[in-house]
C-alpha cells in the first residue's frame, strides 16, 4: 500500500474554504480525527501522473514552516491533494484583514518572514524550487505560524498562460530578470520574490508595483527599478529586501544567509 496514497473512505469533506483556477478547497476530517485540507484539482488543469509521482518527493519534504502535504486520492478523478489544515488561510488575506493591529508590530511582520525564510531555506537546502513564492501561496496557523505552501506545483500547470512568462496569468510582479527573459528558475530567482514577499508583509498585503500593467513592470525591473521602501519598515529590513534585488542571480544572497541576516537584524531592532 502506498505511503502516501489516501482512502476517500477515510476522508469526510467539510465546508470550503476557497476556489482557485485548479479546483476547489475544502476543510476535511482525515481517519475521523485529523484537521486536513482537500484540494480537488479540476479536470485538465494538471499534468496529473507527472503530479502524482511528484507527491512521493513531497510527502518527504517535512518542516514545521512548510504545509505539510499528507497524500493524494489519486484512484478516481478529479485527483484529491491532501494536506495539513491551516486555521488562518492565507497570508495575504491574514495581512490584509489585520492591517490595523498589524502596523504597530514590526516585531511580528520580521518574525512571520523569518519563519518563512526558514521554510525556503530548508527547500534551498534540499535543492527543490518553489517557482511561484508570494503571500498568496503562503498560509498562517495557529500562534502566528506561517508556512509556505504550494511548492513545486507550477511545474504540472497545463495552463500555458501560467506558465509561460508571457502568459497573462504568469505572476510577473515576482520574477527576476533571468526568469522574464529566459524563464530560468533557480533558488535565487525565489530569492528574487522572496523579497517581494517581504513587501507584501511590511505594506500589509499592497498589490507590488501598484496598478502598473505587466508589460511595464517588465520593462522597469529589466531597467533596474525596485519597489520603493514600505512606509513602516525599518531602513535595515529594506537593505535586506534590496539585496533579494540584485540583477544577477549570483549576488543575491542564499536563503541559508538572508535567514542568518534577519535574525541578526531581528536581535538589533526588537
Ligand atoms: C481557513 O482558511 C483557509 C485555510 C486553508 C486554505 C484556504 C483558506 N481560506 S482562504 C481562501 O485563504 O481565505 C488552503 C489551505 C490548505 N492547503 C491548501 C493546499 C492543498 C489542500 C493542496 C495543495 C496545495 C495547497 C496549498 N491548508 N489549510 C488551508
Known sequence: HDKWEIDPQELMLLEELGSGQFGVVRRGKWRGSIDVAVKMMKEGTMSEDDFIEEAKVMTK????NLVQLYGVCSKNRPIFIVTEYMRHGSLLNYLRRHEQSLTSNQGLLLDMCIQICKGMAYLERHNYIH???????????SENIVKVADFGLARYVLDDQYTSSGGSKFPIKWAPPEVLNYTRFSSKSDVWAYG???WEVFTCGK???GRLKNTEVVEKVQKGLILEKPKMCYK????VMRKCWSQLPETRPSFRVLKEQLVTVAQRLL
Open 61 to 64: 519534504l517535512q518542516h514545521t
Open 131 to 141: 517557482r511561484d513564492l508570494a503571500a498568496r501561496n503562503c498560509l498562517v496557523g
Open 196 to 198: 517581494v514577499l517581504m
Open 207 to 209: 498589490m507590488p508595483y
Open 236 to 239: 535595515e529590513v529594506y537593505d
